[in-house]
């Protein structure tokens, strides 16, 4: 779906979907709900330097998967009586809170949840919300993962290493 990279050109993050296609309007569209989950991969970084090499940007965790997760959920969703003027500030605020909820995967408003990651099982910090659900959690192998859905059950996911991304091209 995504690729992120810095201003060097190193890929930071990126991101798979699976099952239909995300929109903004899904079920106002078709009448169905939409069945979708996105698999964003953050790599572990605990120094990253600027692209320009004089400075240090903040360490890649767990929050910046969860982050992307829900800030990803969140360019898919909003309520559909909302008109495009009032879109940006409800989009800014959402986007605020889930900075405010990334930075507190250890609060109330996440629960835990197992899934297995190349078969092995990895806690995940998880929450729904109206929109669909988001999760996040770091893998054995230490990548940050962050998934995000709606439509389907995130009880019912599994990870595992794509060996070759030529299949999503």
Request: proline share 5%.
């Amino acid at each position: 779906m995504q690729v992120g990279t810095g201003a060097d050109g190193t890929v930071e993050h990126g991101s798979t979907g699976h099952g239909d296609e995300p929109s903004v309007r899904g079920e106002l569209a078709t009448g169905e709900k939409e069945r979708f989950a996105v698999v964003v991969t953050v790599a572990a970084n605990p120094l990253r330097r600027s692209g320009d090499g004089t400075g240090v940007l903040e360490a890649t965790s767990v929050s910046s998967a969860a982050w992307l997760a829900g800030s990803g959920l969140l360019a898919y969703s909003w309520p559909g009586q909302m008109d495009h003027t009032l879109r940006d500030d409800w989009l800014e605020q959402q986007t605020e809170a889930a900075w405010e909820l990334a930075d507190h995967l250890d609060g109330p408003d996440w629960s835990t949840l197992s899934l297995p990651v190349d078969g092995e099982p990895t806690p995940f910090h998880y929450r729904e919300s109206e929109f669909g659900w988001v999760l996040a959690g770091t893998t054995p192998a230490g990548v940050h993962l962050g998934a995000y859905g709606r439509g389907m059950s995130a009880y019912g996911i599994g990870f595992a290493v794509i060996g070759d991304l030529a299949a999503y091209e």
